[in-house]
């Protein structure tokens, strides 16, 4: 994955798988755990997780994105930048795509996001190094 959001209410964890063009979605209590990781470096506990269910939520590529490059939730929608693109998508929480947003920078432009508290949406923009800061409405 190249991005990922933890909600903490549900317990899921939402991927951008872009090797694949998927966003999936890691229920977090799902699954047993094994023996613990090794080397462990810093002392935290670590350990296997197999069995866990892991699903699709949206196939990306059949939505129209090309290279999704990063993830970010804000009032219930959850937001892909496509780096392949230069375009932002918003979908709701059953996969569905609500809107986008071309943010007019072409393709190999667009890399990480994220909202602060008042929902501005800031993104890091890789050819010109610059951030990109979207207000709401």
Avoid: C
């Avoid at 866990?52 to 959850?78: C, H, I, Y």
């Avoid at 709701?92 to 809107?99: A, C, F, N, Q």
Wanted: charged share 15%.
């Amino acid at each position: 994955p190249s991005h990922i959001w933890f909600d903490p209410a549900t317990s899921l964890l939402y991927a951008v798988d872009s090797a694949n063009n998927l966003l999936r979605v890691l229920d977090t209590t799902s699954g047993s755990t094994s023996n613990n990781i090794n080397p462990n470096y810093d002392g935290t506990d670590q350990k296997f997780v197999t069995g866990a269910d892991l699903t699709t939520l949206v196939d990306l590529g059949a939505a129209g994105l090309v290279m999704p490059s990063g993830l970010e939730m804000w009032d219930n929608l959850l937001y892909i930048s496509d780096r392949g693109t230069g375009t932002v998508y918003a979908f709701d929480m059953s996969g569905s795509m609500v809107d986008w947003l071309d943010m007019g920078v072409g393709a190999d432009a667009l890399a990480g996001m994220a909202f602060d508290s008042a929902g501005n949406l800031y993104l890091a923009e890789l050819a010109t190094d610059r951030i990109i800061k979207v207000e709401p409405n």
